[in-house]
């Protein structure tokens, strides 16, 4: 199993930028698909992006694509969101997940494996 930590969260300005990171430890990360995850106050989860084992394939939600990067770095055992041109709807706690499909997946079911999430809040 893979447990995964989050860091980098934190309170910025509209058209503001952001870098998350996610620490994987236990099993190689390099052996899951991942992908990062949001959720607003009175809201369900939502899928933000996602990335293959290899960082060759990527995907994003139409509403952050253009503004947000996702790698990895598999050597490190970690996961990147660099989130540009922040918007206040962008305000959420995001999580990064891995999963054992073997296509990267939209569907928060298809992840196995969560961290405890990090705050982001765009103010205006």
């Known amino acids: 199993q893979v447990q995964l930590v989050e860091s980098g969260g934190g309170l910025v300005q509209t058209w503001g930028s952001l870098r998350l990171s996610c620490t994987a430890s236990?099993?190689?990360?390099?052996?899951?698909?991942a992908g990062w995850f949001r959720q607003a106050p009175g809201k369900e989860r939502e899928f933000v992006a996602g990335?293959?084992?290899?960082?060759?394939?990527?995907d994003y939600v139409d509403s952050v694509s253009g503004r947000f990067t996702i790698s990895r770095d598999n050597a490190k055992n970690m996961m990147f969101l660099q989130m540009n041109d922040l918007y206040v709807e962008d305000t959420a706690v995001y999580y990064c997940?891995?999963?054992?499909?073997?296509?990267?997946?939209?569907?928060?079911?298809?992840?196995?494996?969560w961290g405890q999430g990090t705050q982001v809040t765009v103010s205006s």
């Open positions: 997940a891995a999963s054992d499909s073997f296509y990267v997946e939209r569907g928060a079911n298809e992840y196995g494996y």
């Open positions: 236990g099993r190689a990360f390099r052996n899951y698909n």
């Open positions: 990335i293959s084992w290899s960082g060759d394939s990527t």
